[in-house]
């Protein structure tokens, strides 16, 4: 095999079940290189590790189109400006500061957590909708549904308006895949045009709303810069908001599925988080490390010159941090292909790391211990129907696409 064909082998969607075999393979060569004008591309722990917190690596959306971006890396499929994943500090900063100051400490440090009920009851009722169904796709009955509607609960969408702004998403989701946008035909990205249009003039106009009459909700303190230094505009609002929804929801479904996938293969600690919900906190770690749901990081520039295991980056180039392929490194982790929820140090880089690091995860992480501990405690017999299953077939956010299971039974 040529080292040529190696990153093509690991974008393949032949290989999306297991890419690992690969990634251990791409470690080989911790700094790989493949054409002129093609990515660098970074795979061990403590390399992706340290790239992360370089100031010397852009996030900013404007240097990776001047450095020939790629469809992985493609433009935001929103048609609102860069959300402040896609900007560099100052702006990034004074974005993301204000935005956070909605999101938890150290003005709203209770927000997430007090959510807890909430996030239980819809839970709950997704369970409960299984009914006497012995066959049940976890991916379209609760992986996908259930962080659209805690998203909509976060922001303050009334929950009447909740089924349209679900099937917003639905197209928007799925523009963000590759093949997607390149194979789609004419009805569906005017369909996906449609629910861009819609989606922002409704947040726009519930902004106005929120504006004049503030309620206890994440959209209210966006419009207010309740707590904040400094007030975003109505762009500026309704990009985060967008943020919110694309990526939190995202990384949420795939971490869920790849989650009920993981412990299903594993039913021995399965039948433990039965008996202990509490092990959920470690199991959700385990999965960041062992099926983490941001793959790689494609959305990376040098805006300087890069010494790096002895190859030098050149400033302008593009580079792309494959973090599945760090979260399994042997030298940062003992026995890295082993799931291993009582693993002592789990230092995942499942959620990135720097200022980057992920803006939901604090959300994700909650949601993803109670949808799990929950569908453990509630499904009897539970086993796959398939497995592999089949997968999504975007390269960066990796996730079954849909997940049939068999059940004997639901729990009350």
């Given at each position: 095999?040529t080292?040529a064909s190696?990153?093509?082998?690991?974008?393949?969607?032949a290989?999306?079940?297991?890419?690992?075999?690969?990634?251990?393979?791409?470690?080989?060569t911790?700094?790989?290189?493949?054409?002129?004008?093609?990515?660098y591309v970074?795979?061990?722990?403590?390399?992706i590790?340290?790239?992360?917190?370089d100031?010397?690596?852009?996030?900013d959306?404007?240097?990776?189109?001047?450095?020939?971006?790629?469809?992985?890396?493609?433009?935001?499929?929103?048609?609102?400006?860069?959300?402040?994943?896609?900007?560099?500090?100052?702006e990034h900063?004074?974005?993301?500061?204000?935005?956070?100051s909605?999101?938890?400490?150290p003005?709203?440090?209770?927000?997430?957590?007090?959510?807890?009920?909430?996030?239980?009851?819809?839970?709950?009722?997704?369970?409960?909708?299984?009914?006497?169904?012995?066959?049940?796709?976890?991916?379209?009955?609760?992986?996908?549904?259930?962080p659209?509607?805690?998203?909509?609960?976060?922001?303050?969408?009334?929950?009447?308006?909740?089924?349209?702004f679900?099937?917003?998403?639905?197209?928007?989701?799925?523009?963000?895949?590759?093949?997607?946008?390149?194979n789609?035909?004419?009805?569906?990205?005017?369909?996906?045009r449609?629910a861009?249009?819609?989606?922002?003039?409704?947040?726009?106009?519930?902004?106005?709303?929120?504006t004049?009459?503030?309620?206890?909700?994440?959209?209210?303190?966006?419009?207010?810069?309740?707590?904040?230094d400094?007030?975003?505009?109505?762009?500026?609002?309704?990009?985060t908001?967008v943020?919110?929804?694309?990526?939190?929801?995202?990384?949420?479904?795939?971490l869920?599925?790849?989650?009920?996938?993981?412990?299903?293969r594993?039913?021995e600690?399965?039948?433990r988080?039965?008996?202990?919900?509490?092990?959920?906190?470690?199991?959700?770690?385990?999965?960041?490390?062992?099926e983490?749901?941001?793959q790689?990081?494609p959305?990376?520039t040098?805006?300087?010159?890069?010494?790096?295991?002895?190859v030098?980056?050149?400033?302008?180039s593009?580079?792309?941090?494959?973090?599945?392929?760090?979260?399994r490194?042997?030298?940062?982790?003992?026995?890295?292909d082993?799931?291993?929820p009582?693993?002592?140090?789990?230092?995942?880089?499942?959620?990135?790391?720097?200022?980057?690091?992920?803006f939901?995860?604090?959300?994700?992480?909650?949601?993803?211990?109670?949808?799990?501990?929950?569908?453990?405690?509630?499904?009897d017999?539970a086993?796959?129907v398939?497995d592999?299953p089949?997968y999504?077939?975007?390269?960066?956010?990796?996730?079954?696409?849909?997940?049939?299971?068999a059940v004997?039974?639901?729990?009350?």
């Open positions: 095999m080292q190696l990153l093509s082998r690991i974008t393949d969607f290989n999306r079940a297991d890419p690992y075999p690969l990634y251990a393979e791409l470690r080989r911790p700094v790989l290189h493949e054409e002129e004008g093609g990515p970074v795979s061990s722990y403590y390399d590790l340290g790239l992360l917190h100031p010397r690596i852009s996030s959306a404007a240097n990776l189109v001047a450095a020939g971006d790629d469809e992985l890396s493609g433009p935001e499929a929103t048609g609102l400006p860069p959300s402040f994943i896609r900007l560099d500090p100052p900063d004074r974005l993301r500061r204000i935005a956070n909605s999101f938890g400490p003005h709203r440090p209770r927000r997430i957590d007090g959510m807890r009920g909430e996030l239980a009851r819809i839970v709950t009722e997704l369970i409960d909708g299984f009914g006497e169904d012995r066959q049940i796709d976890l991916v379209d009955r609760f992986a996908y549904p259930f659209v509607t805690v998203i909509c609960r976060l922001l303050g969408v009334p929950r009447e308006d909740e089924p349209r679900r099937a917003w998403v639905d197209p928007l989701v799925a523009s963000l895949d590759p093949d997607t946008r390149r789609a035909g004419t009805d569906f990205q005017h369909t996906a449609e861009r249009m819609q989606l922002g003039m409704y947040l726009a106009g519930l902004v106005e709303q929120r004049r009459e503030p309620r206890d909700d994440m959209l209210s303190d966006l419009a207010t810069g309740h707590g904040a400094g007030t975003l505009s109505m762009m500026e609002v309704l990009s908001a943020l919110l929804l694309i990526a939190g929801h995202e990384t949420t479904v795939n869920i599925a790849n989650g009920m996938l993981t412990l299903l594993h039913p600690i399965l039948g988080l039965r008996e202990d919900p509490g092990l959920s906190v470690r199991i959700v770690e385990e999965l960041l490390r062992y983490p749901p941001v790689l990081v959305q990376r040098c805006v300087a010159d890069v010494e790096l295991r002895g030098t980056i050149p400033s302008g593009r580079i792309w941090l494959v973090l599945g392929a760090g979260n490194d042997p030298e940062r982790f003992q026995d890295p082993r799931f291993d009582d693993r002592p140090d789990i230092q995942h880089l499942g959620f990135g790391s720097g200022i980057h690091s992920c939901g995860a604090p959300l994700a992480r909650l949601e993803t211990q109670i949808a799990l501990a929950e569908l453990a405690r509630r499904l017999g086993r796959l398939e592999p089949p999504r077939r975007n390269a960066v956010l990796r996730g079954p696409r849909h997940l049939q299971i004997d039974g639901v729990r009350s």
